[in-house]
């Protein structure tokens, strides 16, 4: 007949109970024959037993346990939740049974992660950003980021906003047909281009004249000036080196010469100039005296008028 483990146990404890008393009856102090022991070493007897629990004793070192036998029907009370379950870590919680109050035990579980519970949201790529998928859990607000298009680029048109001018500056306005983003741009002046002179009137010796020259850009814009009177047109000073001004005496007349007094015989032939002339005795004579003599005497006044024109002349400088 082969004997439970339970039967074994109660042979044991007896005879370790009858040892026991043996050895109060001799005397002998029962410590002296325990020992500690260690984790594994006990050898445990019953010392007890009811309904729902047995009692155990260790032979060596007195120790006892309890053991709650298993095929009762606990009384258990509501769960108690020690910890909460996070998305990533497990919770717990526990109950106490209410059979035994002398005896309270409970029972453990352990309650399991719950998880991340996303919500989606997607961004769509613009002409800067690329585009994405942003997961953000409801619970914990653990976010996840996922790629979903590159960056798509701007698109631009350029439109002139303002025609920069001769003196002022213009303005160029760029803009994105796809996100409207705007940049401008400073366009320079473009100058004057003004082109050839143009005579309005002309300039005479009474009064000034004038004129101007337009910009090309732009008409309204013109330079003008006045055109000044022409210069006196005179005839230019000869240059000729003066001779030195000298004061000559007036000529002295010359005294009249006496006629040459000539004899003649009865006729002579005078050549008076292309004339001829005949003549007869002393009257003849006379006439061609007088006739030499006048012409000499005029001759010497042309000569005498002659020299005092050149004087005046050299004597008087040219004023213009």
Known sequence: MKRTQTQKNRILSRFYALCIAALLVSGLPVAAFAKECTAGQHDYYVTGQTETTITYRCKFCEAEYTEILLGIEHEWGD?????QPSCLENGSAHRVCTKLPDQPHEQTKVIAALGHAYQERRTAASC????KITRTCVRCNDVVVQPNGGALGHIWQSSIVKQPDCENTGVQQTVCTRCGEKTEEILPATGHNYGAWITDKKATQEQEGSRHKECANNNAHRIEETIAKPAPTSKPPETTTQAPITTQPEPKPEPEPEPEKHHYTDMAIITVGNIAVTALGSSILK????I???????LMRLAAAKAARLQKFASVRYIP
């Open 292 to 298: 030499r003599w006048e012409k000499r005497r005029r």
């Open 128 to 131: 800067t950003a690329d585009g």
């Open 79 to 83: 769960w108690v939740v020690d910890k």
């Open 287 to 290: 006439d061609y005296a007088i």
